[in-house]
């Protein structure tokens, strides 16, 4: 029943255009071939701000609405086969090796996995097993935490919750953690589900995010916030320190609560750096993510001087070559192929889950819009590039080299010829919701344009535009060059709340129609990226980051 209601959905959107284009074909015809309309917003009699091709978008969305569409097929492919893809692993290496070989299957051009780095070393969990045997047995769910060690087979130990922020607070634990178990952190409290997790943007809200945001003087503006949590004296010693100490003590492996963000009621947040990664990584004990909830029971058994002992079996794999690569493809453009228009996504993922929503959705997507421009025959004035990210987790890592490599260096802002010769590069990360509209980073220039673009989707639910900027994501590699780069507003769905990095980032969260939607979307920003006769205008260029600023390894995002 749902297929059947999808596919008539899907089918009166593919039908959609029809009707449009025979109604607005007479307003504006340019050249030879498929009808074109000019959008209104200039001096009556002026020539036209911009201009759409209607043929163009019919085949689009034929191709991209329809039972051609293979958009979920290689969500699956990237997630069931191949995922979890943390930079650098098996999985994300045989994610990279089908990826390449689906492209080529497809038609794509210079289709290669370019190599960047050193990143680090490659890691992958093999086996995972923590069961509590006393004083009552259960299985416990959590994760170890990328590039931990193991623990050489099957241990049984006893748990023990120590106090490890000072230097005084070292020397009081010597000699009592050999062989043990340790927990650091108190039990924290754990919201109830009062509502659902997933939403869709309301009216209100995408009409909210067209207003202009001012901060006021000397305030952070922003996001806002700070971190919270008690006050008091912080810890004196670092997060490496404490492992260090630990591995030279003894102890068997450190248990280590979910982060209290969309992390409660069975959902366990991965990410963050871990010395691991390092081909000369520091001595270290294994690190366990454990659910809150079970964590929780853990640590109020031990407060009530019950003893408490667990069986644990950590397998985890190392892989010592620390370089790794981008996955990248073309369309050869016809008389302006040496300009070069971008669309891309981050490839890696954290490892609890298949990385599904974050990011394999944004992947599959932009496979699924070049397919989509491919198959439909159109012709592409500029060459069209994709860029599938790896190391995104831990810095925007992959885009930057490559960004630096190609366009210009942001610390010195140096730039190559081809920046001159780039039309702009479209992003999407933020998980697998439907597209509503686009952040414009603040380039008032561009606004009309697309605005004009996104009239033809107004019957998909795009149709929010705001000045505003979006970060943490890759089109932020080419904004900081001075390059045009955007990021495209999405339903939140459960991203925020739910899924991103955690174990619950898997392909159930994702949505074939908004997945395909999204596809169409692009393809046709990308079309008409590719076809008209300028470049999208830019911002100012941006001053170079002070010196030794901007160039940080990177983090958890």
Known sequence: MRKTV?????????AAPIAAQNDRASVTELGVGAPRVSEPGGVQGSPPI???DLGAIYKIKAEGLGARSQVMDTLSWLTDVHGPRLTNSPGMRAAAEWAKTRLEQWGMANVQLMPWGPFGRGWENERLQINMIAPRPFEMLGYPKAWSIGTNGLVTADVVQATLDTQDDLRKAAGTLKGKIV??????????????VARRFTDEELAAMEEVQVAAPGGRGGRGGGRGGAAGAQPTVSANDRLAFLAKEGAVALFEPSPASRSDNGAVLMGGWNPGREANAPPSVPQIVLAVEHYNRLVRILEKNVPVQVALNVQNKFYDDVNTYNVMAELPGTDKKDEVVM????????????GAVDNASGSAVMMEAMRILKASGLPLRRTVR???WTGEEQGLIGSRMYVTEQFGDRATMKTTAAHEKFAGYF????????IRGVYLQGNEAVAPIFE???KPFHNLGMTTLTIRNTGGTD???FDAIGLPGWQFIQDPLDYGTRSHHTNWDVYERAIAADLMKNATIIASFVYHTANRDQLLPRKPMPAAPPAGGGRGRGGLR
């Open 386 to 388: 994709l860029g599938l």
């Open 6 to 14: 999808l596919g008539l959905a899907l089918a009166a959107l593919v």
């Open 183 to 196: 927990v650091l952190a108190p039990a924290r409290d754990v919201e109830l589900l009062w509502n659902g």
């Open 50 to 52: 911009e201009t759409i």
């Open 427 to 434: 992003n999407m990360d933020n998980g697998s919701g439907a």
């Open 475 to 477: 089109h932020g590699s």
């Open 452 to 454: 004009a673009w996104m």
């Open 343 to 354: 669309l891309g996504a981050h490839f890696d993922s954290w490892h609890a889950g298949t």
